[in-house]
T-cell receptor, first 119, second 112 residues
Framework: GAVVSQHPSRVICKSGTSVKIECRSL??????MFWYRQFPKQSLMLMAT?????????EQGVEKDKFLINHASLTLSTLTVTSAHPEDSSFYIC???????????????FGPGTRLTVL | GQSLEQPSEVTAVEGAIVQINCTYQ??????LSWYQQHDGGAPTFLSY????GLEETGRFSSFLSRSDSYGYLLLQELQMKDSASYFC?????????????FGPGTRLSVLP
C-alpha cells in the first residue's frame, strides 16, 4: 500500500500565530507532494506543488510568503501558515505521488487532512 | 486552463444504480480520475481512465469518452456507506502532468 500521514489532524490557534503542518509518506518515496485547501462543501483547491530539493510552485492567488512550503526529503513536506488569520481557517490536505510512477497512471495518495481553526 | 462540471447533488435509494457525470475542458489530457470523500475525511482514489471505455472495479465503474470530453462514475447496488462526495479530476499539463484539477464535486445521498 501507500500511506500518507499528516500532523496535526486538528489545530486551533490565535490570530497572528504560525502553524506548521507535516505531511509524510510512510512507505514510499515521493518526489512530488501537493498541498490542497478545502472549504466546507467545496472542492479541493490546489495551493502548491512541492518538489523535493527545489522551491515549491504556487498556484495563482496563493501567497508564497504566507504559505511556506518545504520539501526537505523524499518522505516529508511541511506547510507553514504564517501569521494566520480567521480567513485561513480551512481543511488542508496533502497528497504524495509515488516516485517512479509512469505519467499514464494515477497514483496520488492523500493524507487524512488537517483542520485549522484560527480564532 | 482546465474546467470540470459535475451535478451538485444526487439522491438515490439503497440497492439502486446511480451515474455521476463529469464533463471537462482541458488544454492537455492525461486521464480522468474519480475520488470519494466522506464528510471530514480525505479523498480516496476510486478509479482512473486514460483511454476510452469502461473500467470496472467491484460495484464501481468508470467510463471515459475522450472525443466527447466526458466521463461518468457508475455506482451499483448502492449502500448507505456510499453517501459521500464524489469528485472527478483531470491532470493539468503543468509540472509534467502531475498536477490535478478537481471538479466541484457531487454529493450523493443514499436513502434507506
Amino acid at each position: 500500500g501507500a500511506v500518507v500521514s499528516q500532523h496535526p489532524s486538528r489545530v486551533i490557534c490565535k490570530s497572528g500565530t504560525s502553524v506548521k503542518i507535516e505531511c509524510r509518506s510512510l512507505d514510499f518515496q515521493a518526489t512530488t507532494m501537493f498541498w490542497y485547501r478545502q472549504f466546507p462543501k467545496q472542492s479541493l483547491m490546489l495551493m502548491a506543488t512541492s518538489n523535493e530539493g527545489s522551491k515549491a510552485t504556487y498556484e495563482q492567488g496563493v501567497e508564497k510568503d504566507k504559505f511556506l512550503i518545504n520539501h526537505a526529503s523524499l518522505t516529508l513536506s511541511t506547510l507553514t501558515v504564517t501569521s494566520a488569520h480567521p480567513e485561513d481557517s480551512s481543511f488542508y490536505i496533502c497528497s504524495a505521488r509515488k516516485t517512479g510512477t509512469g505519467a499514464t497512471t494515477d497514483t496520488q495518495y492523500f493524507g487524512p487532512g488537517t483542520r485549522l481553526t484560527v480564532l | 486552463g482546465q474546467s470540470l462540471e459535475q451535478p451538485s447533488e444526487v439522491t438515490a435509494v439503497e440497492g439502486a444504480i446511480v451515474q455521476i457525470n463529469c464533463t471537462y475542458q482541458t488544454s492537455g489530457f492525461y486521464g480522468l480520475s474519480w475520488y470519494q470523500q466522506h464528510d471530514g475525511g480525505a479523498p480516496t482514489f476510486l478509479s482512473y481512465n486514460a483511454l476510452d471505455g469502461l473500467e470496472e472495479t467491484g460495484r464501481f465503474s468508470s467510463f471515459l469518452s475522450r472525443s466527447d470530453s466526458y466521463g461518468y462514475l457508475l455506482l451499483q447496488e448502492l449502500q448507505m456507506k456510499d453517501s459521500a462526495s464524489y469528485f472527478c479530476a483531470v491532470r493539468d499539463q503543468r509540472n509534467y502532468g502531475q498536477n490535478f484539477v478537481f471538479g466541484p464535486g457531487t454529493r450523493l445521498s443514499v436513502l434507506p
